[in-house]
């Protein structure tokens, strides 16, 4: 049996012939809770409804390689075979040894990591930071049905409810919970094959310190951005846009990672063996 992967933040569509694997992902659920020191820990509860060749190992991408910290289960049973990808840039792979999960079965993965350096400075407003995150997505030649995918954003304590600025999308719901703010985004009939891409600013004044803005291929470790004191009245600003940062032309390795990238115009999910993986530039 051919061990298969499915690959979260993918770079680019694959070329493959790997046409017996198939599944569902009913839900895709992540949860960010922005830190003050500008790191992220991103929750992760994906579901797989599989309809093809059993499922054995599940690589999980990240933006860049300062993580830490990786947890993962299946349907409540603790995986501890997590190694560096073999299949992605940068992300772990879980392998899922006897709780693979066969064909006309479901498998609940869920996967915890902390992804460091991941909040920026706003380019709107110098008294806000950024964050802007795109949840996993799989490539549309594996994928069926619909996913519903719910995406929540946890502010660190300190900001008030009032205080927090989506980007682009509204969130569909917001709420304070153990003093801390909570954006929402519910998509019930997402595509599990499509790009989300999901942001807001909050006041920095709650930051320890902030991570620069990579371009190019970002360092395993950003240097972080000392905060600024400014006397612009927040309420002033506009709402401001998602806070990419790319170099010209270049190409984003987006889909799964907590940062502020170019979204590529694809998602990609590739075998373990075989097919061709073009991996384009990245800036995050």
């Known amino acids: 049996m051919k061990k298969f992967a499915i690959v979260f933040l993918a770079l680019a569509a ?12 009913p839900e895709n659920r ?6 003050t020191d500008a790191s992220v820990t991103v929750a992760y509860s994906i579901t797989f409804a599989n309809q093809g060749q059993p499922i054995d190992i599940i690589d999980v991408g990240f933006p860049d ?9 299946l349907d409540g049973t603790e995986m501890t075979d997590i190694r560096p990808s073999t ?12 709780n693979a999960i066969p064909a006309g079965h479901s498998g609940t993965l869920h996967l915890t990591a902390l992804l460091k350096n991941r909040v920026f400075q706003d380019d709107k407003d110098p008294a806000y930071a950024s964050l802007v995150f ?24 300190g900001v008030g409810p009032d205080e927090p600025r989506y980007h682009g999308l509204q969130f569909s719901s917001a709420r304070v919970e153990d003093d801390r703010v909570h954006y929402l985004w519910d998509i019930p009939q997402g595509s599990p094959s499509s790009q989300y891409t999901f942001g807001a600013s909050f006041p920095k004044r ?13 360092p395993s470790h950003a240097l972080p951005e000392p905060l600024a004191a400014s006397s612009q009245d927040p309420s002033s600003a506009s709402v401001p846009s ?7 032309g270049a190409s984003s390795r987006a889909g799964g990672g907590a940062c502020n990238t170019c979204p590529p115009p694809w998602g990609w999910r590739a075998p373990r063996s075989g097919g061709v993986s073009p991996y384009p530039r990245w800036p995050c």
């Open 14 to 25: 694959a070329v493959s012939t790997f046409a017996d694997y198939k599944f569902a992902v």
């Open 30 to 35: 992540s949860v960010v809770t922005v830190n």
């Open 65 to 73: 390689g300062d993580y830490a910290s990786v947890t993962a289960d």
């Open 87 to 98: 299949a992605v840039a940068t992300g772990v792979e879980v392998h899922l040894e006897a």
């Open 242 to 248: 998602p806070s990419w940062a790319c170099s010209s």
């Open 134 to 157: 795109s949840p996993t997505w799989y490539g549309s030649e594996y994928t069926t049905g619909t996913a519903h995918l719910i995406c929540e954003f946890v502010f660190p304590g």
């Open 206 to 218: 709650v930051m320890e310190h902030l991570a620069r803005n990579p371009r190019g291929r970002a």
